[in-house]
């Protein structure tokens, strides 16, 4: 397997773990590293009467009640997310559902996260409501713990960033009908458009959780563009919509060493 961050696994007794990752600094700003985007994670969120009344706030414990029962039906359910558990399993990193994966209110820009720190993944649950979305949430906050799990990944390096977010949109997210609809295909550039919209995804991803310019973003994804968007581990393929790929990667896991019966 070819990757930027590093050519040779780290051992599993070098692993990094949320004990000796430090969050960032007081000087650093909490835009600076996304972490506006989910209250929850600096504290309790808390809403006027006015916001309750007006815009439907206040449903929180409800919201975190059904996500979680979606979370829940993903890990039973979905091929995709099952292959990336038993992945994670493979390289050392089990996934304990009730540490690892929290349901909290976020930022509406955003759907999901992955928490370094705590090695947490975040599902919104104000945002993604549906089943459908959570695993797409989960599938592709599960590309980023096993880049960070599997690889010497540095989310406060922005190559490293912007390659783990190609990854993430080409194995999770990207197909032609989602190019098509962000307008990055038409009937002309097929063979382009499926490159388009990772770079389109992956672009918003990194603008959304770091406070760098566009331009910036940009030359980072075009620098591990090429190398990034070849590595398919662990899912092996790339999932296009309404196709059987899903079940086609999942029954494919075996022969890469991942035991997909959890």
Known sequence: MEFLFEDKPIKNEEKKTEENIKSPSKNDSGREWGY??????????????????????GTEDVDKIKCERN??????????????????????????????IACEECDIKVSGGYDPVLNQVIVCQNVAKKESIVQGVL???????????????????????????????NLAHCSFVSAFLQGDAS??????AHQNCVK?????????VRNVSKNDAIDAIERVFSKCYNDLEPIGRRIRRNSEDIFKAFKEAPYYGYDTDL
């Open 36 to 57: 506006d985007l989910y209250p929850e994670r600096r504290g309790k969120v808390s809403h006027s009467l006015m916001e309750i009344i007006f815009q439907g706030k």
């Open 71 to 100: 979370v829940y039906k993903c890990i039973k359910q979905s091929p995709l997310v099952k292959l990336m558990l038993a992945a994670l399993k493979s390289s050392g990193c089990t996934v304990d559902i009730r540490r690892h």
């Open 139 to 169: 599938t592709h906050e599960f590309i980023h713990m096993f880049d960070y799990c599997q690889n010497k990944l540095d989310f406060k390096n922005l190559d490293h960033l912007a390659c783990t977010e190609i990854r993430a949109a």
């Open 187 to 192: 009937l002309f550039n097929i063979k382009e």
């Open 200 to 208: 389109t995804k992956a672009l918003e991803s990194v603008l959304a």
